[in-house]
Every structure is written in structure tokens, then in C-alpha cells.
């Protein structure tokens, strides 16, 4: 079971990398003018690497939901349009 947890959190964290890496900013509607979009990217990023900090020091199930966090952020901002990106099957 954990060495799964392993592989499923290393393909994740290879997924959220490269969506982070091709990640572009999409044009939400005018409603949204005010939403800060960048410090939720930040977060994204943050998630990312303290799951590969968890991962590497054996907290693979931290590690996994961490990664997992950030992947939520980022379908929340390509689902409202804020940015576009294609995400890597893993499987």
C-alpha cells in the first residue's frame, strides 16, 4: 500500500509540475475583475513543493494529499476560466 502511495503521489506531483509549467492565464468574464488569481497559483506552487518535501522524507500520505491540494486549486481556476492548461494522464 505505500509504495502505491508513492507512485500515485510522484505521478501527481508530475501532472500538477507540468501544468504549473504550461499553465496560462485564461479572460474571465468582467465579474471577476476582482479576483486575485496569482496568490492562488502561489498556493498551487506551495502545495506542490511541500508535497515533494513530505514525499522525500517519507510522508507519503502527506505528501499525496498535499499534491493533492494544489491539483484542486488548479482545476478550480480552469474550471472558472482564470487559467487554461491540459492536464497529463498518469496513468
Keep these: 500500500m505505500n509504495d502505491e502511495v508513492e507512485l500515485l503521489t ?25 479576483i486575485k488569481i496569482e496568490p492562488v497559483i502561489d498556493a498551487a506552487n506551495r502545495y506542490l513543493t511541500d508535497a515533494q518535501y513530505y514525499l522525500n522524507t517519507g510522508k507519503k500520505a502527506t505528501a499525496l494529499a498535499s499534491v493533492s491540494y494544489a491539483e484542486g486549486l488548479l482545476d478550480a481556476l480552469k474550471i ?12
Excluded: C, D, N
Design 80 to 91: 472558472m476560466g482564470f487559467v487554461t492548461f491540459e492536464w497529463k494522464r498518469i496513468g
Design 10 to 34: 510522484e505521478k501527481y506531483i508530475s501532472a500538477v509540475e507540468s501544468a504549473i509549467g504550461e499553465l496560462t492565464l485564461g479572460k474571465p468574464g468582467p465579474e471577476a475583475a476582482t
